[in-house]
Structure formats: C-alpha cells, structure tokens
C-alpha cells in the first residue's frame, strides 16, 4: 500500500465535503456545512486502514490555506499546504511533488470563505444510533467511486470517512483526540525536505 497517495485520497474527502450540499437541502447537510465553517485550527490522530493494512497519525488543519497529513514512524510520507502550494512529499522516491492549492480539490476546505458548489452530489443521508453518514459521488461520473462521511451526533464532530474508488478498494479514516480552536506551530505548515537515507549529520 502506497501511504503517500492515500493520504492524498484523505486530503481530498475533505476538501469535497464542502462542496456536496449543491441540490440538496436536508438539514444534515446544512449542519455540515455549518460545522466545517466554523473550523478554523484542528488538531486530531488518525488510524487509517486499507487492504487489510493500517497506519496511523496526525492531521493539522489552520484555516485559511494550510493543512498536514503526518504519518507516525516508521512511514515518512506526509502532505503540507503553506498558505500558496500543497506539497507531496513520498518517502519511497525521496522526492516531492507540488501544485497551487487553487488547482487542488484542497481550495475548497482551505478557503477564507466556505461556499457551496463543485461538481460532487449527495447520493444518500442515513442515521445510525450516534452518526450521520452522509455519502457523495461526483456528479459528472459516479462510478468512478464514492465518499461516505461521519459525523458523531453528540458532541457533533466529522469523525471518519471511507473513500470507495471504482474498483471496489475501500480506504478508511477515523478521527480521535480532535482538538480545535487551538493555536498551531507555524513550522507545520512549511514545507522541510526530510534528510536524506543514510545521512547521518
């Protein structure tokens, strides 16, 4: 399993979930879309599991502009975003790759303002005793896979979410230990190119 691109995967179910609510109106989704405005530093672990394997980690939020995925060792991969570009960084390769956040699914979550619109839709709302699942595709082509988000009902919190790409292959991401509001180091959000293997000073 390829940690880097995952994380990626991950990235993107939040950036799409402000973009669902276009067509629909239930009051899950305005509460939603409430919640994710109101955001602005998050700090919580992950355990994020795939193809029968699991890692974990921390993900940082600090609205507007900067996020970042963080494996815990061994896995070195990681995503940051500094405010102008997401950075990529693949541990395999020692190397990293770079985009504008405005060209990235990532504008929408990091945005000053959060509105509704894009190109994904609501395909289903459904409760379970202490979640709101809540499950997306993109308008244009749902079949080439789906988001189901969850939100825990008490205290109302995005939770977990399952990315299902078009072959059938689920990934898996559950948040705990989510804080917000809280002040975040600025050298998160930079990106730092790891040492190289075998660079000992």
Not at 4 to 28: K, M, N, R, W
Not at 80 to 99: C, P, R
Not at 170 to 177: A, G, K, P, S
Request: include cysteine.
């Amino acid at each position: 399993m390829k940690y880097g691109f995952l994380t990626l995967l991950c990235f993107a179910v939040l950036a799409s979930v402000t973009a669902f609510a276009q067509g629909y109106a239930a009051p899950e989704i305005r509460q939603a879309e409430q919640y994710l405005s109101s955001l602005k530093t998050v700090k919580a672990r992950f355990v994020q599991k795939s193809n029968g394997m699991q890692a974990t980690g921390t993900f940082y939020l600090n609205r507007p502009g900067k996020l970042r995925f963080e494996y815990d060792p061994p896995i070195q991969d990681f995503v940051v975003a500094d405010g102008a570009f997401i950075y990529f960084y693949d541990s395999e390769l020692e190397q990293q790759t770079n985009a504008p956040i405005g060209q990235t699914l990532a504008d929408f979550i990091l945005r000053d303002n959060i509105k509704l619109g894009g190109d994904v839709k609501v395909e289903g709302v459904s409760h379970s005793p202490n979640m709101i699942h809540i499950k997306v595709t993109q308008k244009n082509d749902p079949q080439a896979g789906a988001i189901t988000l969850g939100f825990s009902k008490e205290p109302y919190q995005l939770k977990q979410w399952t990315v299902a790409d078009s072959q059938g292959m689920q990934t898996e991401i559950e948040l705990f230990d989510i804080k917000t509001n809280m002040a975040l180091a600025s050298s998160l959000f930079r990106y730092i190119a790891p040492k190289p293997k075998g660079f000992n000073n």
